[in-house]
């Protein structure tokens, strides 16, 4: 089990970071799974977006970065994805975010494999609380 060394920030402050990162850059379809009560899950929550080009995935995926460490001073424990810009995956240990390109998002379908999870769709005019 990942440790995260930085108990000053709640997984949900994390979380709404990355989601105001990715309203910045007008993401779609942004999605909160709340994996907490999932069996086996690797984190407390995954944020999934959407994007319409690769320039927009690497944007939204630049912002998430730029908003979580604004806010709290932490980068991504991991990151992957940024050289082909169909999938960037950025890991703060207990949030996961997945920036992806719509085609690939359907075809990996999350929320169907984390089925278990709540989930809640963040509205477009739904602005995320200032952690």
Same mark, same amino acid.
């Given at each position: 089990?990942?440790?995260?060394?930085?108990?000053?920030?709640?997984?949900?402050?994390?979380?709404?970071?990355?989601?105001?990162?990715?309203?910045?850059?007008?993401?779609?379809?942004?999605?909160?799974?709340?994996?907490?009560?999932?069996?086996?899950?690797?984190?407390?929550?995954?944020?999934?977006?959407?994007?319409? *080009?690769?320039?927009?995935?690497?944007?939204? *995926?630049?912002?998430?970065?730029?908003?979580?460490?604004?806010? *709290?001073?932490?980068? +991504?424990?991991?990151?992957?994805?940024?050289?082909?810009?169909?999938?960037?995956? %950025?890991?703060?240990?207990?949030?996961?975010?997945?920036?992806?390109?719509?085609?690939?998002?359907?075809?990996?379908? %999350?929320?169907?494999?984390?089925?278990?999870?709540?989930?809640?769709?963040?509205?477009?005019?739904? %602005?995320? +609380?200032? *952690?």
């Amino acid at each position: 089990m990942r440790i995260n060394n930085n108990k000053e920030f709640t997984a949900e402050q994390i979380r709404d970071f990355v989601v105001r990162g990715m309203q910045e850059k007008k993401a779609q379809d942004i999605v909160v799974m709340d994996l907490r009560n999932v069996k086996n899950a690797i984190c407390d929550y995954f944020v999934l977006c959407s994007g319409n *080009s690769d320039t927009q995935i690497d944007a939204i *995926s630049t912002s998430i970065e730029e908003e979580v460490y604004k806010a *709290s001073k932490q980068d +991504p424990w991991h990151k992957e994805g940024k050289m082909n810009r169909e999938w960037i995956l %950025l890991d703060y240990v207990d949030v996961v975010a997945h920036v992806f390109k719509k085609e690939r998002r359907a075809f990996y379908d %999350l929320e169907q494999l984390w089925g278990d999870a709540e989930i809640h769709l963040v509205e477009d005019n739904e %602005l995320t +609380p200032a *952690s």
